[in-house]
Nanobody, 127 residues
Framework: QVHLVESGGGLVQAGGSLRLSCRAPARTFSSYAMGWFRQAPGKEREFVAA????????EYTDSVKGRFTISRDGAENTMYLQMNSLKPEDTAVYFC????????????????????WGQGTQVTVSS
C-alpha cells in the first residue's frame, strides 16, 4: 500500500469548476494505475474516472464524460481530476486510489482492484 494525500475539494456553485489533486510517494508513482471514486451520503462508493500507469488509457463513468478530466504529472507524483460544469448531483466525498500493476495499459474501474486509498475530500455543489 502507498500513502495518498488528496486536496482541492470545496464548495462551488452549479456550473463551476474544481480541481482535485492526489499526491503519491515519488518512488512508487510510476508503478500504479490510478483512479477516482466518490461517495454521496447514504450511497455506496462509486467509480468516477481512472487511468493507466502510462497515461495512455482512461475511463470515465457516463455521468461525468465531457465534464471531468483525469490526468497525472509524473514529475510532481500527482494525479488530478479537473471537474467542470459541476452539478448538485456531483456532491460527494471524492477518494483517490492506486492499484499496483505490472500492466502499463490496464485501467481499473472496480473498488476491489485498488489496494491504496486516500482519506477523501469533500466536494459540495450548490444549486
Amino acid at each position: 500500500q502507498v500513502h495518498l494525500v488528496e486536496s482541492g475539494g470545496g464548495l462551488v456553485q452549479a456550473g463551476g469548476s474544481l480541481r482535485l489533486s492526489c499526491r503519491a510517494p515519488a518512488r512508487t508513482f510510476s508503478s500504479y494505475a490510478m483512479g477516482w471514486f466518490r461517495q454521496a451520503p447514504g450511497k455506496e462508493r462509486e467509480f468516477v474516472a481512472a487511468m493507466s500507469r502510462t497515461d495512455d488509457f482512461t475511463e470515465y463513468t457516463d455521468s461525468v464524460k465531457g465534464r471531468f478530466t483525469i490526468s497525472r504529472d509524473g514529475a510532481e507524483n500527482t494525479m488530478y481530476l479537473q471537474m467542470n460544469s459541476l452539478k448538485p448531483e456531483d456532491t460527494a466525498v471524492y477518494f483517490c486510489a492506486a492499484a499496483r500493476t505490472s500492466y502499463s495499459s490496464s485501467v481499473y474501474v472496480r473498488l476491489q482492484d485498488y489496494d491504496s486509498w486516500g482519506q477523501g475530500t469533500q466536494v459540495t455543489v450548490s444549486s
